[in-house]
């Protein structure tokens, strides 16, 4: 398999970091079935370079010994292939008891003894692995982030419009199972859905409550664009649980890259737990694979592809905007602004328009009136095309 030309800008970076002579570990982080581990192996050919690929992603766990045996595997690879030296791949390496001590010292071991092995973690716990190989080897860690897949990646690999885009969503896996609706369903829930939340969640983090865990999300995806407090969750959850167990919920799923909680903008600073969460699901294919309307039938529900639109937006922004930026939204009594971004002290503020909301923007007023900002963008009706915005990087949206 090939990485499409679409995602070859990622490759590009990866390919040039692996050519520079300074070693410096790689983390290519993203949530599952966006590419990554077609990106190492396209770019480890491309170089023609000795490597070693060893993943932990099994049902069991494996230990630091397990790591430390697939280290001397790579060892051995840049022993053998001299000055050129050898690439160890270790994916999902987070799954691994101690990963993180053990990769700092065999790590600092190489570097001691002038060995010529690159090594490259991938992981689909993006907070995760950034987190904790950050924290262990500060500075000496490179991200490279691979997000789901954008519309115009979807468009040119499988030529889809802009309306499959929005139901379908950013997840290649299963496109090819279309037109038949049922196979696709499936495809997301199980191939990506319940392997994400089994291997990157259940696996790795102690929860009490997995079945409420489940329950959480589909509520969120149900909800999705859409803020709501965590007392009004539990009434529409079943199962004991409070506010501080859906918070920790919340952060799990957003580690993963499935769902996230928009913080609300209170000017200088921002309002955490003391706000009400506005629920994102960050690839709309978690929307609607659990939904039972079809492609035809969501078209036709206002409600339906009103949320889908106004979740494609904010998860584009989510997905694409980098480090750095924050994504919030505003909402005093009943007016309210889709998504503030805040980056270097600008702020540009992000209204969606959709058949589902009345086009008068009196969130927008209100908010440029209690705070400074620098831009305003109005995405939908007679304002900018939703397809010309998911067409654009949302960096475009931060500069002056």
Request: aromatic share 8%; net charge positive; charged share 25%.
């Given at each position: 398999m090939?990485?499409?030309?679409?995602?070859?800008?990622?490759l590009?970076?990866?390919?040039?970091?692996?050519?520079?002579?300074?070693?410096a570990?790689?983390?290519?982080?993203?949530?599952?079935?966006?590419?990554k581990?077609?990106?190492?192996?396209?770019?480890?050919?491309?170089?023609?370079i000795?490597?070693?690929?060893?993943?932990a992603?099994?049902?069991?766990?494996?230990?630091s010994?397990?790591?430390?045996?697939?280290?001397e595997?790579?060892?051995?690879?840049?022993?053998d292939?001299?000055?050129?030296?050898?690439?160890?791949?270790?994916?999902?390496?987070?799954?691994v008891?101690r990963?993180?001590?053990t990769?700092k010292?065999?790590?600092?071991?190489?570097?001691a003894?002038g060995?010529?092995l690159?090594?490259?973690?991938?992981?689909?716990?993006?907070?995760?692995?950034?987190g904790?190989?950050?924290?262990?080897?500060?500075?000496?860690?490179?991200?490279?982030?691979?997000?789901?897949w954008?519309?115009?990646?979807?468009?040119?690999?499988?030529g889809w419009n802009?309306?499959q885009?929005?139901?379908?969503?950013?997840?290649?896996?299963?496109?090819?199972?279309?037109?038949?609706?049922?196979?696709?369903?499936?495809?997301?829930?199980?191939g990506?859905?319940?392997?994400?939340l089994?291997?990157?969640?259940?696996?790795?983090?102690?929860?009490?409550?997995?079945?409420l865990?489940?329950?959480f999300?589909?509520?969120?995806?149900?909800?999705?664009?859409?803020?709501?407090?965590?007392?009004?969750?539990?009434?529409?959850?079943?199962?004991?649980?409070?506010?501080?167990?859906?918070?920790?919920?919340?952060?799990?799923?957003?580690?993963?890259g499935?769902?996230?909680?928009?913080?609300?903008?209170?000017?200088?600073?921002?309002?955490?737990?003391?706000?009400?969460?506005k629920?994102?699901?960050?690839?709309t294919?978690?929307?609607?694979?659990?939904?039972?309307?079809?492609?035809?039938?969501?078209r036709?529900?206002?409600e339906?592809?009103?949320?889908?639109?106004?979740?494609?937006?904010?998860?584009?922004l989510?997905?694409?905007?980098?480090?750095g930026?924050?994504?919030?939204?505003w909402?005093?009594?009943?007016?309210?602004?889709?998504?503030i971004?805040?980056h270097k002290?600008?702020?540009?503020?992000?209204e969606?328009?959709?058949?589902?909301?009345?086009e008068?923007?009196p969130?927008?007023?209100a908010?440029?009136?209690?705070f400074?900002?620098?831009?305003?963008?109005?995405?939908?009706?007679?304002?900018?095309?939703?397809?010309d915005?998911?067409s654009?990087?949302?960096e475009?949206w931060?500069t002056?």
């Amino acid at each position: 398999m090939t990485l499409p030309t679409f995602r070859r800008p990622i490759l590009k970076v990866f390919l040039q970091r692996l050519r520079e002579p300074r070693r410096a570990l790689q983390a290519v982080v993203g949530p599952r079935q966006t590419g990554k581990t077609v990106l190492v192996r396209q770019a480890i050919g491309e170089l023609n370079i000795s490597h070693h690929y060893a993943s932990a992603d099994e049902p069991s766990l494996r230990d630091s010994s397990w790591l430390a045996a697939q280290w001397e595997v790579g060892r051995m690879r840049a022993k053998d292939a001299g000055r050129a030296g050898a690439v160890l791949v270790l994916d999902e390496a987070q799954k691994v008891e101690r990963w993180e001590e053990t990769i700092k010292r065999l790590w600092d071991e190489d570097t001691a003894s002038g060995a010529a092995l690159k090594v490259v973690v991938l992981g689909s716990a993006p907070a995760l692995v950034q987190g904790c190989l950050q924290d262990q080897l500060p500075g000496r860690v490179e991200v490279l982030r691979a997000p789901h897949w954008t519309y115009p990646e979807m468009r040119a690999a499988f030529g889809w419009n802009l309306e499959q885009y929005l139901f379908f969503g950013g997840y290649p896996g299963g496109a090819d199972l279309l037109p038949d609706e049922e196979r696709w369903r499936r495809a997301v829930l199980d191939g990506l859905l319940e392997t994400a939340l089994a291997r990157d969640i259940l696996l790795q983090v102690r929860v009490d409550k997995p079945a409420l865990l489940r329950q959480f999300f589909r509520l969120g995806c149900e909800r999705s664009a859409e803020v709501l407090s965590y007392q009004k969750m539990l009434g529409r959850l079943t199962g004991a649980g409070n506010t501080v167990t859906l918070a920790h919920y919340l952060d799990l799923l957003s580690g993963i890259g499935l769902m996230t909680g928009l913080q609300k903008h209170a000017g200088a600073r921002v309002k955490k737990r003391g706000s009400s969460p506005k629920l994102l699901a960050l690839n709309t294919a978690l929307m609607t694979s659990a939904s039972e309307l079809s492609f035809s039938a969501a078209r036709e529900n206002r409600e339906v592809w009103g949320r889908l639109v106004e979740s494609a937006v904010g998860a584009h922004l989510v997905n694409g905007l980098p480090d750095g930026v924050s994504v919030l939204y505003w909402r005093e009594a009943n007016r309210e602004v889709d998504y503030i971004l805040k980056h270097k002290g600008r702020v540009t503020a992000v209204e969606v328009v959709t058949a589902r909301r009345r086009e008068t923007l009196p969130g927008m007023a209100a908010f440029s009136a209690e705070f400074h900002v620098h831009k305003r963008l109005v995405v939908g009706g007679a304002a900018l095309p939703l397809e010309d915005f998911l067409s654009s990087p949302p960096e475009r949206w931060l500069t002056p």
